[in-house]
């Protein structure tokens, strides 16, 4: 048996975790900024949407699914003032231009006969680029010195594959003729095209990148 004053590492034999993360402590609170600028803008589309849309079975699910992404934001405000000494509606911001033009594009039907596009551009688009982006940040984070935040997107994904499931199933149920393929069809394309653009919703490099640092490296 050890002395108990014998000298013992920090985390226990069968723990051998890493303690660095890929993004230092200024990018985590970049993307959580973004993070929280994000679920802000699709809280309130699916509010203002809840109003208009038609089909009640449509209305009720938007009525829950903006109370999540309120809830998203909530989690993230939290976060900044813990990851850094910083005003957190500074960090609170898109990361360019080419993400606003998408959130405008992406709010533009306001017509009750547009269902179909408002549902296209959030769940066949920005919701499966949230979930890209969370799980990216899942996978890369320290999950010693930055397990707060590995808990937040844990249950926010949670939500995002639920919702998105919906959303799918919501979207199925309004497309009836090969007319309705082709709105969603021209309405995805058009939203996607403007959010490649922007590189996705924390910009250039949001998911990583397939580029290699060391080509000699990998044909070695």
């Given at each position: 048996?050890?002395?108990?004053?014998?000298?013992?590492?920090?985390?226990?034999?069968?723990d051998?975790?890493?303690?660095?993360?890929?993004?230092?402590?200024?990018?985590?609170?970049k993307?959580?900024?973004?993070?929280?600028?994000?679920?802000?803008?699709?809280?309130?589309?699916?509010?203002g949407w809840v109003?208009?849309?038609?089909?009640?079975?449509?209305?009720?699910?938007?009525?829950?699914?903006?109370?999540?992404?309120?809830?998203?934001?909530e989690?993230?405000?939290?976060?900044?003032?813990?990851?850094?000494?910083?005003?957190?509606?500074?960090?609170?911001?898109?990361?360019?231009?080419?993400?606003?033009?998408?959130?405008?594009?992406?709010?533009?039907?306001?017509a009750?006969?547009?269902?179909?596009?408002?549902?296209v551009?959030?769940?066949?688009v920005?919701?499966?680029?949230?979930?890209?982006?969370?799980?990216?940040?899942?996978?890369?984070t320290?999950?010693?010195?930055d397990?707060p935040?590995i808990?937040?997107?844990r249950?926010?994904?949670?939500?995002?594959?639920?919702?998105?499931?919906?959303?799918?199933?919501?979207?199925?149920?309004?497309?009836?003729?090969?007319?309705?393929?082709?709105?969603?069809?021209?309405?995805?394309?058009?939203?996607?095209?403007?959010?490649?653009?922007?590189?996705?919703?924390?910009?250039?490099?949001?998911?990583?990148?397939?580029e290699?640092?060391?080509?000699?490296?990998?044909?070695?």
């Amino acid at each position: 048996m050890p002395e108990p004053s014998t000298p013992r590492p920090a985390f226990a034999p069968w723990d051998r975790r890493e303690l660095p993360g890929s993004f230092t402590v200024e990018e985590s609170a970049k993307r959580a900024g973004h993070y929280k600028w994000i679920e802000m803008r699709l809280f309130e589309a699916l509010g203002g949407w809840v109003a208009t849309v038609p089909e009640l079975d449509v209305k009720m699910r938007l009525g829950t699914h903006c109370y999540h992404h309120a809830w998203h934001a909530e989690l993230w405000h939290k976060r900044l003032p813990e990851l850094r000494e910083m005003n957190p509606d500074r960090l609170t911001e898109p990361p360019n231009d080419d993400m606003v033009r998408f959130v405008d594009a992406l709010t533009e039907p306001e017509a009750p006969e547009l269902t179909l596009e408002k549902l296209v551009g959030v769940y066949r688009v920005l919701i499966p680029h949230k979930i890209a982006a969370y799980t990216y940040h899942l996978n890369n984070t320290s999950t010693i010195t930055d397990a707060p935040t590995i808990r937040s997107i844990r249950f926010i994904l949670q939500d995002e594959f639920d919702d998105w499931r919906d959303g799918e199933m919501m979207i199925q149920s309004l497309i009836a003729t090969p007319e309705d393929v082709q709105r969603a069809a021209d309405r995805q394309r058009d939203l996607e095209t403007i959010m490649v653009a922007a590189g996705g919703i924390c910009g250039p490099g949001t998911i990583g990148s397939t580029e290699i640092d060391d080509p000699q490296e990998v044909s070695a």
